[in-house]
């Protein structure tokens, strides 16, 4: 679907400014490296909260003992999910973290592996 498609979307059920804005922003995917990684994993309790919602409190999507978002009680800070995620960014010809930035704001990431670390 491309960003015109989803204004007309927005058009139906917003006004006419909404759609204005919608299409003049621009929208940017790009690979992250090293010196990037930290809005990524800034992001990423904040991915996994919003999951929590979408799956229902339940399981692995609560907060452990220490109130991380892991089903480890091994995370006892944010510093621990954290320092986690370099693995991301130590492993260039198998591992890809993506960042989306939306009008010059980071609006999300996505994680791309391949194998060993993806069936």
Same mark, same amino acid.
């Given at each position: ?10 058009? $139906? ?5 909404h759609l204005v ?6 929208? $940017? ?26 799956y229902g409190l ?37 591992l890809y973290p ?22």
């Amino acid at each position: 679907m491309t960003v015109q498609g989803y204004a007309l979307r927005v058009l $139906e059920i917003n006004s006419l400014n909404h759609l204005v804005r919608l299409v003049n922003m621009n929208i $940017e995917v790009k690979l992250t490296n090293k010196d990037e990684a930290y809005v990524i994993k800034n992001m990423y309790p904040l991915y996994l909260h919003d999951l929590s919602g979408h799956y229902g409190l339940g399981g692995e999507h609560t907060p452990n003992e220490h109130g991380i978002f892991e089903p480890s009680p091994d995370y006892i800070t944010l510093q621990d999910q954290y320092n986690v995620q370099n693995i991301w960014w130590e492993k260039p010809e198998c591992l890809y973290p993506f960042l989306m930035i939306v009008g010059g704001i980071p609006a999300g990431f996505a994680f791309i592996a391949t194998p060993p670390y993806c069936s």
